[in-house]
């Protein structure tokens, strides 16, 4: 059967996980990114979870068409509350809110690890996934931003360092983001275009947004 092609904003967090990693999908859906992955060899093996029997049940459904049910398992979780530490070293937690997601990882046991490897796309309130970040000792080992069915997303590769430093509030909003990469550049437009709203009740934003225009160049 012929292997489906995920689409930008999936396909910037595959490209985020390590060869040959053990990988947890969190939030897996049709568990499309890792069937994709263990097809293509970038993992052996991997966990799909998700909250609702819905889409697991889809998901399943996918893993069987693509006859790998020996290497991908299905499991009813909520966030990583069902995932042992030894079972992921590459964890993908996409498609949620910012929030959703530093929730998740909090109420993770072994997320301090540091050999672990976090891949994060928030769908919203990014800034708060960035600010929980660097008040909990993780650092963005890099991130990158894609446009998808004409939407913006970006996406965070993350490791707990256990480091803590000051960063400007400017900072929640870009990130690592590059402003000379075109996707990010576009990103960050968009960012700005909703600050702007936002600042119509919170005056205080309009600091950020020249902050983040003198920044980037914008």
């Not at 930008?8 to 053990?22: D, E, I, K, P, Y």
Request: hydrophobic residues 40%; charged residues 30%.
């Amino acid at each position: 059967m012929r292997l489906f092609e995920l689409d930008n904003r999936l396909a910037l967090c595959a490209s985020f996980v390590r060869q040959g990693a053990t990988l947890a999908d969190i939030g897996t859906d049709h568990a499309y990114l890792p069937i994709w992955l263990v097809s293509n060899g970038v993992v052996t093996k991997a966990l799909a979870c998700d909250i609702n029997e819905g889409p697991l049940n889809a998901g399943k459904a996918d893993v069987e068409r693509y006859s790998l049910s020996d290497k991908i398992t299905l499991r009813l979780s909520d966030g990583l509350k069902k995932v042992k530490e030894n079972e992921a070293e590459d964890i993908v937690i996409a498609g949620m809110g910012g929030e959703l997601i530093a929730k998740i990882l909090r109420e993770c046991t072994w997320a301090k690890n540091s050999s672990k490897r976090f891949i994060l796309q928030p769908m919203t309130k990014c800034e708060v996934l960035i600010r929980w970040l660097y008040e909990n000792g993780f650092e963005i080992l890099e991130q990158k931003a894609c446009e998808s069915d004409k939407k913006h997303y970006t996406v965070l590769h993350v490791q707990y360092t256990g480091d803590t430093c000051y960063v400007d509030n400017s900072f929640f909003y870009i990130g690592k983001l590059d402003p000379k990469d075109k996707a990010s550049k576009l990103y960050l437009e968009h960012i700005i275009s909703h600050l702007k709203k936002r600042a119509i009740g919170d005056e205080s934003l309009f600091e950020v947004i020249e902050k983040i225009k003198g920044m980037c160049n914008l």
